[in-house]
C-alpha cells in the first residue's frame, strides 16, 4: 500500500532533484493536486500545502478521511472508489463546496453539520449490506438546508424522500435506480423544493406509477428537466390548467351531491303520512278520521296564474253544463199540465 505523503508529492510533480526549499514553495503555491489511482490507502501530514483548492484522491483504498485539517482553503474534494465507511475530520474545511464520495461503504450521511458552505454532495452508489439503504442524520440535512444545491444519491436502496424535504435550496436531485414508489412522499418533497429545476429518477418503481411525469410536472412548477428530458412551459400550462378544470368540476359535482342529498332529506320530512291514532284503551275504541288526517297533513300548492285562469273556465262551463242537464231532467220529471197544452192548441189553431 501508499501513503499519501510529501515525497509522493514530490514524485508526482517532477520535483525530485530539487531544492528542499524551492519545493517547499512549490507546495505552499499549490492549488490543484490530483493524486488518483496511486493506490493510496492513508492521507499523512500535508500541512504545507496551504493554498490547496482541489484535491483528486479518487480510485484509491483510501479507508478513511483524515489528516486534512491543514485544507482550510480546499473546495473541491474527490473522495469516490475508496473504501471509506464514515464520513468525519471534515469540520475543519469552512470553505468546502464540493464533496465528492460515490463509490464507497458510507452507510449514514453524517458530519456534515460544521461545514456550512457545502453546495453540491454526491454519494452514489454506497456498498451496502444487503437489505439495507442509505440513511441520512437530521443534524447534518438541517445544517445543508440552505446551502446544498446539488444532490446525488443514485443507486442506495432509498424507498423515500420526505426526509431530504429540509433541502430548501435544493436545485438538482439525481436518484436514480432507488426503491421510490409512493407519489404522495414525492409530491411532500416537491412543494418544499421551490427552487428545484432538475431531477432524474429513471429505475425507480414510481417512474410506472399512471400520470407520473404530468403529477410531478404539475406539483413542481420550476422544473424544467425531468429524467433527462426537457420539460416545455406550453405542455406545464395545459396540465395545469387540466388540473383545474378537473378539479372544478369535482367541487361542481360535490355541490351538486350535497344539494340532492338535502333536497331527498327535505322531501322526506315534508311528505304527508297518514298517522293511524293509538289508543291504550281497550274498553273504548274510535275509528280514525282518515280524511280529516289527510287533510290536516296536506300540503297547499299554488298554481300558477295561467293553470288558475284555465281552471276558472273550465268550472265555469261546468256549471253551465250542469245545470242545462237539470234544466232537462225538470222538463222530463215535471211536463205541462192538460190546461196547458190546450190552450196552447187553442193559441195555435186561432192564429192558423
Known sequence: MVRLT?????????????????????????????????????????????????????????NQIQNLDFASNITHLYLQNNRISSIENLSLLKKLEKLYLGGNYITIVEGLDKIGELRELHIESQHLPLGEKLLFDPVSLNSLAKSLSVLNISNNNIDELEELAVLENLSYLKAVDNRLKHMKDLEVALKKWTKLRRMDLTGNPICQKPKYKDRIIVESPTLESLDGKEIQEMERRFLINWKASRAARKKNNERMTDEHAAYVQFSDSETPHLALPFNHSHSVKEKPDFLDLAHKQKVERKPAPRIRERRSQMKTQAWGFISDVKLLNQKLLFPRAPEEMKFSGCHRNRHS
Not at 517532477?14 to 517547499?24: A, L, V, W
Not at 489511482?37 to 500535508?46: A, E, F, G, M, V
Open 6 to 62: 510529501m515525497d509522493l508529492i514530490a514524485k508526482n510533480a517532477g520535483h525530485k532533484n530539487r531544492s528542499e526549499e524551492d519545493f517547499e514553495q512549490y507546495l505552499q503555491k499549490i492549488t490543484h493536486l490530483n493524486l488518483s489511482d496511486k493506490n493510496i490507502d492513508s492521507i499523512d501530514d500535508l500541512s504545507f500545502c496551504k493554498n490547496l483548492r482541489v484535491l483528486y484522491l479518487y480510485d484509491n483504498q483510501i
